[in-house]
């Protein structure tokens, strides 16, 4: 008997024919995405589509579980289809396998509607808000998901049902001061993020004057130090000396030299910066003295603890020896750290002479950028009495990773195809258009710490008014981008088509003056058409971009023409819908208030309340790693609709994805 009959069995004919024959989009493939795979092989899912950006990496291995050893170096989403077919072979499974970016030109808004079901399963806050507004403007509902270290959670998005991911505000990228960077250092993710983006990107990065100097007159303007911003000037420019001559013989010494103890010296004159209460003075470190074992390396500021952590065992002689012996788990000596500069410096010059107009980056899988940053960071923090990082601790934070765990990531993907069920049954099959029915209540679900119950949920939050992604109106336009001009587009479509929309609240008499966007460049308002007569390829228009049309007095809601592929057969250079779009008013500009607080940065996540049940709604962000803090009973009986709306979007920073950001 086959699989598919359980499987029909369980779900009911009507269920496990939309099953069949709906098309899922399946974005990333890498922890959630190989587990979210298989199980939607497994259910019998048969019309699969698969695309992701990345190659597979030893790294990958300990969690995503269709790739191999023979596997590394291949396209994720390509090893990945050939794999999970295997796991139901006899179901006619058609998985449809793109290495490539799903922010392409070509995965345009037509391209989305090709889909009944998109699931997110990406790893950064840009694509997720790319696909989200794709699903918003093309109404196709989208499961958004998520984990770091043992929580996780999965978030279904219908538009006009639910808020979207761009509904719920996220945190800003972790940032520290240029001075606490540069200068006066005291954790060790300082000397890592010095390091990683400013050394690094000095010696062998793009040498971008302006742009560095720009950044230190925005921090003196802020209110840093204006000596210190000052001296740090002269420093960048003695930089780009020293990096003429890295590839001599005594290039990588030199280098040393003026970072680790000209620079300090330099610092140690300022006698006012360190007369401030926590300041320790750094020691100017020599390249001599630690080659040849003279030089007495300063204390740290924190004592090296020499008990176990909690719960750990002590560990005897050989597993010690065998644990010194882990290349990424081993503290280095200062001599090491020096000398592991020294090498990786000469390993970065040669790549930058042979390839002169390629600046190098940083890559946490770059075994010469990894060294690099290891052992400049280890050097600043012994200057500063700093406690060192092994490699692996430095490549987790340079490289910003999310602790990854198996079992988080299989859990999640389980609960993505349990919520796509349950979209599933709400919706018309493709076969036969029909209004879509009620069905089950799609919830909000998240993986917890709580060991009696790790399973929380929530009801979805109603979409926010004033968002500015699924409150849009937006409008697909086929348009052969090298004919149709500008002037075309707003005498003809936003001139002539759009105004045969309904506007809301609109007066008789009323005449709409328009201005025309193309992401932040103005293309054309009542007072510019420099640009009517270039076509929207001159102007650089390409498909898979929006040209948005915002009426000058800001009272109607934005309407975004997502450009799609143009029909070649066509006689006009663009084609649009039959009938315009219903524009309802902007929502009303906010009253001035006080700032908010800013989020609190948690360690880990806060103790479970006890008053948590199945029925408790569990409040929740669409972020990884965020999580809306739960509501007392209390609050939520006796506080109105909208008060609860304003507690639910209150959020908890418990990790961040983006990249550290210097202010």
Sequence with gaps: ?????????????????????????????????????????????ANIEIIDLDTIDLSNLNRQFLFRKPDIS??????????????????????????????DSVNDLEWIKGFGLVMNALDNMDARRHVNRLCQAANVPLIESGTAGYLGQVTPMIKDETEC????????????????????????????????TYLFGKLFGEDDEDMDTEELDKAKASGENAEEIENLKKEATAFREVRKNLGEEDGPQRVFHKVFNEDINRLLAMEDM???EGRIKPVPLEHEGIMNGTFATPPSRQAPSTSAPNGTAQTNG??????????????????????????????LSARSIAYPDTPLSFDKDDDDTLDFVLATANLRATAYGI??????????MAGNIIPAIATTNAIIAGLIVMQSLNILR???????????????????????????????????????????????????IKVDLEKCTLRAFVDEVVKGWLSKAEFEGKDEDEDI?????????????????DNHERTLDDLDVKRGKMLTVRDEDGKYRPVHFSICEGDAQATSPYSLPSEPPCVPLAPPAPASREPSEEPIILDSMPPPTNNVSENTPISSTTAVGTKRSAPDDGDVKGATEEEQVVKKRKVVVLDEEDDFEIL
């Excluded at 369980?10 to 199980?39: D, H, Q, Y």
């Excluded at 006619?92 to 793109?98: L, N, P, T």
């Excluded at 406690?387 to 987790?396: H, L, P, S, Y």
């Excluded at 399973?455 to 992604?469: E, T």
Aim: aromatic share 8%; charged share 25%.
């Design 1 to 45: 008997m086959p699989r598919s009959t359980y499987t029909e069995a369980l779900l009911g004919p009507e269920l496990f024919k939309k099953v069949k024959e709906t098309r899922i989009l399946v974005v990333g493939a890498g922890g959630i995405g190989c587990e979210l795979l298989k199980n939607l092989v497994l259910v019998g899912f």
């Design 74 to 103: 291949k396209p994720k989403a390509l090893v990945a289809a050939a794999t999970a077919r295997h796991f139901n072979p006899s179901s006619g499974i058609d998985i449809h396998a793109r290495h490539g970016n799903v922010k």
């Design 318 to 347: 050989s597993s010690a020896q065998k644990k010194q012996s882990l290349k990424d788990q081993r503290e280095l000596t200062l001599k090491e750290n020096l000398e592991l500069f020294i090498d990786s410096c000469k390993r």
């Design 426 to 476: 709400r919706l018309p099959l493709p076969s036969a258009p029909a209004e879509s029915s009620a069905g089950p209540a799609i919830r909000n679900v998240f993986l917890r710490t709580d060991a009696i119950k790790p399973l929380g949920y929530s009801m979805p939050a109603k979409a926010d008014k004033k968002c500015s992604v699924c409150r849009d109106i937006y409008v697909p």
């Design 165 to 196: 991911f761009d509904c719920v505000p996220k945190p800003a990228p972790k940032s520290f001061p240029v001075c606490t960077i540069r200068s006066t250092p005291s954790e060790p993710i300082h000397c890592i993020v010095w390091g990683k």
């Design 274 to 276: 360190w007369k401030k």
């Design 387 to 396: 406690a060192n990082k092994t490699r692996f601790q430095v490549k987790e």
């Design 513 to 529: 003056e328009w201005t025309i966007f193309e992401g932040g460049r103005l293309l054309a308002d009542p007072d510019f058409d």
